[in-house]
Every structure is written in C-alpha cells, then in structure tokens.
C-alpha cells in the first residue's frame, strides 16, 4: 500500500477536532466527582457524594429503572419480530413484494418527535393505553429499523445452501434456524442488541410526548432537572449513564459472544 | 399453505407493528391538519401568517444548514486523515469518535451548558486569561445551539465516510499520482469526487436530524432561540394547540421525506463510479 503524506496541518486540525469530540465528556466526568455544590472544572476537591445523591432523589431512582426495564423489553421484543422478518426478507426475496423491505425505511423517514407526538394522540389517549406501554411501543418502533437492518445485512452474506443441506438431511425447520442460521448471524444480532439498547436508553424526542405523572424515563427526567437545579448530581447521573452505554457493550460482546460460541 | 405463505408469516408482525403504530398514527396526525373550519388549507396558512412561526421555521432552517455545513467540512477533512492512518491508531480514532456517539444527546447537550454558562468554564477562562472583563452570555444564542449540534453530529460524518473513503480503491489513487498529479490536485480531482455520494448521505442524516432536534434546542436555546421541535412541544403541551402542533409536525414530515428524496437523486446523479 501507497501512504501518501498528510500535510502537518491537517494532522494538527484532526488533534483539535479528537480534542472538541473528548473535551465535553471529560468536563462532565471532571464535574461529578468535584466537592463543590456548583458545577465546576477542573474538580476541586474529590468526592463521590454526588453519586449517592442520585440515589437519593427517589425520581432518578425509578426513572433508572423504568430506563432499563423499556431498554431491555424493547430491544427484546424488536428482535423478536425483526429478526423473521430480516429472515423473510432475505430468505424469501422473489416470493415477496418489493416494498416489503420498504416498510422498514419508513421509521427513519419519519422524525422520532412526530413519532412520540402521534403516539400520544392516537395510542395514549386515543386507546387510553397505559403510560409504560405506551412508552415501550414507541421505543420498539425506534429501535425496529436497526434491527432489521443490521440482522438483514448479516443475513445478505449468508449462504442459504447450508440451511436447504441441513432440512434435506432431515433436520426440522426450527430447529435448522435456531442450530445453523441463527448462529451464522451471531455477530449482526449482538450489533443489532447494542445499537437498538443504547438508541433507547438515551432517546428524548419519542419519549418526550409519552412520559407522564408517575412514569418517565431518565434522559427526560435529566432534562427536567437541569431546568430546575443546576447541581452536579446531573453532571453524576450522565457519568452513569455513560458507564452504562460502555458496561452493555462490553457485557454483550462477552457474554453472548461466549455463549453462543459454546453451542 | 403454511409454507406457501412462510415469508409472509415471519415478516408479518414487524411489519404490521410499522403500518399500525407508525403509519397510521402519523397519517392521522397529518389528516387532523386537513380537516378544520376555515378551509382545507386553514392551519399552514396560519401558520405562514404568523411572524413568530415564520421566523421559527427560518430559524431552524438556518441553524440546520450551519451544522451542516460544518459537519461536512470538519467530518470529512478528518475522516481523511483517519483513513490514511496506520492500524492501530485507526482503530482508536474510530473507538473515540463512536463513544461520544453513543453518549446520550441530553449528556452531550448538557456538556455544553457547564462549558458555555455565565459561570462556564470558557467564561472563567477568558476572564482569568484577560481578554475579556466581564462575562459573555453565551448560552441561549444561535451560536450555542449550532455549537452544540455540531459537536452532536460531527462524530456520525466521520464515522459516515471513513467507511466511504477507505471503499475508493487504492489503484485509482495511485493512477492519478502517476499520472503526474500532485496530491492536492489528486484530492481534489479523485478523492472528493468519489466521496460524494458519502458526504450526501452524512449531510442528508445530519440536516435532517438538526432539522428535527429537540433536546439541544431547548437546553442551549431556551425559549429565546425556538425551533421547530421546541415549538411543537410548546404548542402541544403548555398551549394544547393540537392542531398547530399537528401542523408543525405535517411541516416536518414533508421537509424531510423531500430532502431525502431530493438528495438520493443527487446522489445517484452525481455517483462517478455509476454508469
């Protein structure tokens, strides 16, 4: 390979933009940990009580945990119906329309603050549903397009021949999906899980109609503090969930990845 | 028949729950629009008609196409630099631009407000260093807000086209420099144009969702830089204007499915590599 030379200048202006993208994230950790009731960088003072406040708020507490429930329930559910249809879509291609796949733009066309706005009007309050349920068709809504795109596109690349050998050898169909197709996707449905629980954990804009007396999500719940108290248990609760984007990524990566290569 | 049909039976759930919860509730957003007293087109001219609205929709427009822009500019000569970088350090630039990625927008929002605040970090420095006397307000202008949208979106351009400038093939690089090119004129001439198609899917992704934004706005905009989604949640929430709200809502449907649109021409058009 040829490496052609990079003027200075333009390594020099890469160094600043790496330093603009980093910068903000250290503040906010540098923050969290400062022993003052304002907040402020570099930290003065070392202290984790800002960590525990959170936990003292009872609101961040069950916002926390609705986060986490809707993260999971929704991710789930998306996979459990994206997944055949990534299948089918792949799978079935000649047999089945065109604008199948389609279908599956539209979420993307479609901009997730009118999303959770019509949810609110036609689901909410037009069904009377449930807040958290609500909510959980909305996150699933969300996060469906990713996982039918990325399972899809790791599906593109598999060989179908092999599932045809392995039910013309006698193996039933669910189980050939489950032993021979399911496990060739692997890495798509691991990269399809972080991408989908991390597109949750964090959205405001769908959430922002659908939260209500009683249920929010934390994102939302931070945005209403901030407007409120200027402190930096705000600064402490985004470390948490800065730590929490980086533990799922690592946790899946292990775990799925060694279980399912133990099959 | 269970067989015939397999492809339908597995594609059909993800796929009714799009037509039900998404399509149709959307579509029923956008038809309320429709319906009201006063003719067919009632609320849009209402909502032309009214100063404040114009100047939000202008606003947001405006604030949307500077982070473009510079999105596009920073993301792309950076890309380039992280393309031509040798493995290892590849590989950490890209680590470091998706963690901030997949940093929640409000933290990233947030980030801002400590730096750019009266009593900000930016404002204590400039007063300690002298340059200035007194602190600047920053927060609540157009400036904070592109600020803080560009510092949302520049990670996804750059990880948008090193994907797209390490797919232009070696060869072709190499063809122009033994033609006797210089390497500024080979960048300008080869590189960028085969880059193209990939700066208009980033700068589409990128406009669209500034266009849409509403964390950002509201935490670096306040109530003195409304946007559109802003406006849309005031006019929802606090005034329970439904109709008005459905009408921004309609607005920003039809000028982002346009811009898609528009830009996938483009983009096919102005593809070298296409035929």
Redesign the interface.
Known sequence: MMTSRIHPLLILFTVLVYIFLMGPLIIVLGASVSDTTYLTFPPQGLTLRWFENIFAISAFKRTIITSLELAFLATGLALLIGIPAAYAINRYRIKLPTWLSTVFVLPILVPEIVLGFSLLKSVAVGMDTPIFLTLLVGHMLLVLPYCVRVVSASLASFDFSIEEAAVSLGSPPVKTFFTIVLPNVRSGVIAAFILAFITSINDVSTSLFLTGPGVSTLPIQILAHVEQFFDPTIASVSVLLMLLTVAVMAIVERTLGLTFLAK | MLKRF???W??G???L???V??????A??IA?TFGEDGGIFAPYIAFFNSGFRRTVLWRTIEISLATTAISLV?GF??A???S?SPGKLKSL?II??V??L???????S??????L?K?G?LNNFLVGIGAISEPLSMLYTQGSVIVAMV?LF??LMILTLVGVLENIP?DV??AS?SLGAT?AA?FRQVILPLAVPGLIVGAVLVF?GS?????TP??LGGERQMVM?TL??QR??VSFD?VG??TI?AI??VI??AV?LAMSRVARRLNPMAT
């Open positions: 397999a492809g339908w597995l594609a759930p993800a796929t729950a799009v037509l919860f998404l399509v149709l509730p959307v029923a957003t309320t920073v000569l950076t380039y630099v992280v031509k630039l470091a631009a963690f901030p997949l940093t929640g927008v409000v933290v990233r947030f980030a801002w407000l400590i730096i605040g009593n970090i510092y520049v990670p070696d690089v190499q420099s390497p080979t669209t266009f849409t934004a509403y964390a509201q935490l989604g849309m949640y929802a929430m439904w709200a459905s809502a920003m449907v982002t499915v898609v």
